[in-house]
């Protein structure tokens, strides 16, 4: 059975720091790794899909990597701003359209 | 192109009633998966419908259960209302079921049982 856990579950950080959020799951069998955002009250924002053929995947400021091996996947956030103040969220997906999402890390950048 | 809609938005209901939330996907999306949302228990799969058949089901009781039509819009039921069914109910949509497809959520319904 798929379970996913998510360190740290909160962070704050000052505006402009480079940070890393982990996310480790027990089952390698893993066809997909998707990282959410989520604002207060909200529904979620898809950031980053990292198939299980793929290493990692970027998009602008984030860069999310995968390791099927050791049961992890990162999520680099450059510069951090204020506006990335949110929960974030791992999900691993089977090979259909159930995702396992992980418990969440809550993330603060204040200026 | 318009996103996942989720209709009502907010619900208020009392324990024993039943209710029925909607989800429009994406035009051209054909699988739609739900979720409900809790501060206990946080993110958990309750089902997910393609092409009008349920693919696959999480570990909810009965009185949880959920259609999709042929123009691939999909309600959820809950029956029997439970204090415990508070929360953030969530549609996501993909175009088939499976990667290597995105999924993307809708807004939520947020249902308060009194």
């Known amino acids: 059975k798929q379970e996913v856990t998510q360190i740290p579950a909160a962070l704050s950080v000052p505006e402009g720091e480079n940070l890393v959020l982990n996310c480790s799951f027990t089952d390698s069998a893993i066809y997909n790794l998707q990282w959410f955002r989520q604002d207060p009250g909200k529904g979620l924002t898809s950031l980053l899909l990292i198939q299980s053929s793929q290493r990692e995947q970027t998009s602008g400021r984030l860069n999310a990597s995968l390791d099927k091996s050791s049961g992890r996947s990162t999520l680099y956030i450059a510069a951090s701003q204020p506006g990335d103040s949110a929960t974030y969220l791992c999900?691993?997906?089977?090979?259909?359209?159930?995702?396992?999402f992980g418990t969440g890390t809550r993330l603060q950048v204040f200026p | 192109k318009a996103g996942v809609t989720q209709t009502p938005r907010y619900l208020i209901k009392t324990r024993g009633q039943q209710v029925t939330l909607s989800c429009s996907p994406i035009?051209?999306?054909?699988?739609v998966s739900w979720y409900q949302q809790t501060p206990g228990q946080g993110l958990q799969f309750l089902f997910e419908?393609?092409?009008?058949?349920?693919?696959n089901k999480g570990n909810f009781p009965g009185r949880f259960s959920g259609r999709q039509f042929s123009n691939s819009r999909s309600e959820m039921n809950v029956s029997t209302l439970e204090l415990g069914d508070s929360a953030l109910y969530l549609c996501a949509s993909s175009l088939v079921s499976g990667p290597p497809d995105t999924q993307y959520f809708g807004p939520g319904t947020r249902l308060t049982v009194l």
């Open positions: 999900a691993g997906g089977d090979n259909t359209d159930k995702l396992i």
């Open positions: 035009s051209g999306h054909r699988s």
């Open positions: 419908y393609f092409s009008e058949t349920q693919r």
